[in-house]
């Protein structure tokens, strides 16, 4: 079951998107180069990830998973890319809804 929930980006977006499970997606838009973008990004609640494939990767790289605890030293473990929790996400057709929160 998909629950509709509502994602604080950063402090600076808030963003529409669903839960399934142990993770969350969300479609969000910014500024890159001049030009108008937007990100597909998922959260797995179980491990604190925020991971997507991003669409300012050069194209050699596209599709590959950027994941921002990458650098966790702590941690023992890593999950799989992509984690399970993704996958009945990861296509998952619904309008993005996002805004720029002011500062």
Known sequence: MFTPV???RDGAVRAAGHRHGAAIVYDWGFTW???AREQRSFVLLDTG???NQPVVF???QRGWWYCNRRHDI???TWPDFPPRAVAALAELPFRPRWEALAP
Request: no cysteine; aromatic share 6%; hydrophobic share 35%.
């Open 6 to 8: 509502t994602v604080i």
């Open 33 to 35: 180069e001049g030009a």
């Open 49 to 51: 990830f925020q991971i």
């Open 58 to 60: 050069p194209e050699q």
């Open 74 to 76: 702590r941690r023992d």
